[in-house]
């Protein structure tokens, strides 16, 4: 078969047939009397093979390797391919997460594309200072990514920075809840803590439902975090969270703090009072908790709590009583 018609029928342009032939890849078996290239059917299969390997990335000297040598062994190759693949993926990634980030930006001209770029960079800096000044710069009105927002603030750890990242994101406008409750799916509890703390500074009420998810989360500081931004919202859920948290001493008093603003009408008042009220009466319970509970109960109004001030201040635990007495003074003199 000639040059033009392999070419034809593999695909391979003839200028890329006889550069394979320059190369010793695969040459005509053959002449025709008048001289033309005449290639078998051995070497149409090679070609094939040839481009075979071409697809999988190899370079012609890597095939002209693996086609002649018996002893090459394809594992080591194969395996530097995967790894070559996977960093021209990130690579691509990378940049396709950086164009995009530049078009949700809307530049108008060229030197908004570069003040993008270069905020960008300072976000991604190892400075904690340039960090905090690309945060800031929104103020300046230099459009900031939401998503390279989103991204710094997952990642911070650095709470002077973390502070401005929030500032900047609860600046930013639409699209940040959501892009944050990516945060929450994370396998790393700091990861999903720093995405509720970020959602506790986002105004309105978008955050609010991934706040709620939040309460099931299976670290204990993550869902503290949630329950605290929830309890400023008047979100009832969180009323079971806050109460664990000051049983276990975990900031116990901002959660003391939330349930007073939750105990704003009377039902959800008497639900507060009845919980904190059956667990001081837990035999279970220890004397630190119990004195925790105590003074959660100043804030909380309503008869039941009245009724357990009056009782807890003859309380077996000394301090547990003498906390109740002062507490039933003060509501008494209001």
């Known amino acids: 078969m000639l040059i033009g018609e392999v070419a034809r029928r593999s695909g391979v342009s003839a200028r890329m047939l006889r550069h394979y032939e ?20 051995k070497d149409i299969r090679r070609i094939f093979h040839i481009e075979s390997l071409r697809s999988l990335g190899l370079s012609l000297r890597e095939i002209g390797r693996a086609l002649d040598d018996p002893g090459f062994t394809p594992s080591a190759l194969v395996g530097d391919l995967i790894r070559q693949t996977r960093d021209r993926i990130a690579a691509e ?3 396709l997460t950086r164009l995009r980030r530049i078009d949700a930006a809307d530049p108008t001209d060229w030197e908004d594309v570069l003040q993008v770029v270069a905020l960008l ?49 609860a600046r930013s406008g639409d699209g940040g809840p959501a892009l944050l409750a990516k945060g929450l799916r994370s396998p790393v509890a700091a ?36 329950a605290l931004a929830l309890g ?3 979100v009832v859920e969180a009323v079971p969270t806050l109460i664990d948290m ?9 959660a003391a703090d939330a349930l007073s603003k939750l105990a704003g009408d009377t039902a959800t008042a008497d639900r507060i009072a009845t919980r904190l009220v059956d667990l001081l009466a837990h035999d279970t319970m220890g004397t630190p908790a119990r004195g925790r509970l105590t003074q959660a109960l100043a804030g909380i109004p309503g008869t039941t709590v009245s009724r357990a001030l009056m009782e807890l201040s003859h309380d077996e635990d000394r ?16």
């Open 22 to 41: 320059s190369l010793g890849l695969v040459r005509p078996s053959g002449r025709t009397d008048s001289g033309y290239r005449e290639y078998s059917a």
């Open 191 to 226: 990861v999903r803590k720093r995405a509720v703390q970020s959602l506790a500074e986002m105004p309105g009420g978008e955050a609010t439902p991934h706040l709620r998810d939040a309460l099931t989360d299976p670290d204990a500081g993550v869902r503290g975090y949630a």
């Open 232 to 234: 400023t919202r008047g």
């Open 93 to 95: 990634t990378e940049l």
């Open 246 to 254: 000051i049983v276990a001493g975990r900031n116990d008093t901002d």
């Open 319 to 334: 301090a547990v009583a003498l906390t109740a007495a002062y507490l039933r003074q003060l509501r008494d003199a209001r």
């Open 121 to 169: 960079q300072a976000l991604g800096s190892q400075n904690a200072d340039a960090r905090q000044r690309a945060a800031l710069s929104s103020a300046d009105g230099v459009p900031v990514p939401v998503e390279a927002l989103v991204e710094a603030v997952l990642s911070e750890t650095e709470p002077n920075v973390a502070g401005a990242l929030q500032w900047a994101l």
